[in-house]
Structure formats: structure tokens, C-alpha cells
């Protein structure tokens, strides 16, 4: 082992080798950030999704993580994307949202402050982007609405024991309106 070590500063301590290697070190990180800048390849990271835009219509999405290439998929319209288009980088990720205090009314006609807990993450990148302009703030509202459209008028005591089953029907309405959005 101490052998080999040997040869190896030996290697080093050789002043041609040593400017040789820190010139390719330099020159490799100049040739990607020139391919990265004319978008020949781009990483995608885990949970996130890049939507491609030119000229107002969608190139393409890329959801698979990893290394892609972008001539094969996109043509002559990598080298102008960078320039003429726009690049969106979503987080697929689930989200958690809290709404407080929903005012819903029991029967007996008592005042509540109902807390609500949802869930969400994108599961159309361009629904997501393109058929709303604020799709989170839409969810919540649209969330808080069913809360207490579902909730009103009921015995306080379902109210407290029924939870699981009311929160399935709060679920089944605001359901369908965020698919819509890309949710």
C-alpha cells in the first residue's frame, strides 16, 4: 500500500502532471456550464417536474429524475428556448396546509371554530399552471367553502365524533373542482 502511495506523489510532486490536471478540472467546468447554458442537458431532481414553454405553447415536461437530454426531445427548439421561451420547475412534493378557525354554526345554533388540515400536491403540471392563476389559494378556498357548506347545521356532537366520515364527504366535493387545477 505504501508503495503505490509512493508512485502516486510521486505523480503529484511532478509540476506538468499537476498543471495538466487543474487545466481540464477548469476547462471540464467551462464545456458544461456552455452546454447547460445552450439547455443541450438539464438535471431534474427528485419530486420536481420542468415544463418548457416557447411561443406560448408547451414544448415539453420532464417529471424522471435524473440526467436528461434535451436535443432529442425538443430539436432546434432547445437552442431558442433559452432565449425566446420559459422554463417552469414545480415541487411535486406533498404539500400540508392548515385553515383556522372555518366559522361553522351547530344546530343547536352554537358558534364554532373548526381548524382543517389538508393535503395536496400537483399531479397536472399543466393544468397546474395554465388553467388558474393563484391554483393554491383556489384550493383553499374552495376547501374552506365545502368545510362549511358540509359542516353547518350538524349536531355538535356528530360533529365531534363523525370526524373521519365528514372529512371523506368534504373530500369528495373539493375533489372533483381541484383535479380541474391540476391537483
Not at 508512485?7 to 476547462?27: E, G
Not at 456550464?33 to 411561443?55: A, G, M, P, Q
Not at 400537483?122 to 391554483?135: G, T
Request: proline share 3%; net charge neutral; aromatic share 16%.
Amino acid at each position: 500500500l505504501y508503495g503505490n502511495y509512493k508512485y502516486l506523489h510521486q505523480f503529484w510532486d511532478n509540476r506538468n502532471y499537476r498543471t495538466w490536471f487543474l487545466v481540464a478540472l477548469i476547462t471540464e467546468v467551462i464545456v458544461f456550464k456552455i452546454l447547460r447554458f445552450f439547455i443541450f442537458y438539464t438535471t431534474v431532481d427528485e419530486s420536481t417536474c420542468h415544463v418548457y414553454v416557447l411561443f406560448g405553447e408547451v414544448a415539453t415536461t420532464l417529471t424522471e429524475p435524473g440526467l436528461q437530454f434535451l436535443w432529442p426531445k425538443l430539436s432546434w427548439k432547445a437552442f431558442v428556448i433559452n432565449f425566446l421561451g420559459t422554463v417552469y420547475v414545480l415541487d411535486l412534493r406533498m404539500d400540508q396546509s392548515y385553515l383556522r378557525s372555518q366559522a361553522v354554526n351547530s344546530e343547536e345554533g352554537a358558534p364554532m371554530g373548526v381548524g382543517v388540515w389538508f393535503e395536496s400536491f400537483i399531479n397536472d403540471p399543466i393544468s397546474y399552471l395554465f388553467k388558474n392563476s393563484d391554483p393554491r389559494g383556489s384550493l383553499a378556498a374552495n376547501v374552506s367553502n365545502a368545510t362549511v357548506r358540509c359542516l353547518s347545521n350538524l349536531p355538535l356532537s356528530q360533529m365531534l365524533v363523525y370526524r373521519h366520515s365528514l372529512s371523506q364527504i368534504v373530500r369528495s366535493e373539493v375533489t372533483q373542482k381541484s383535479q380541474d387545477w391540476g391537483y
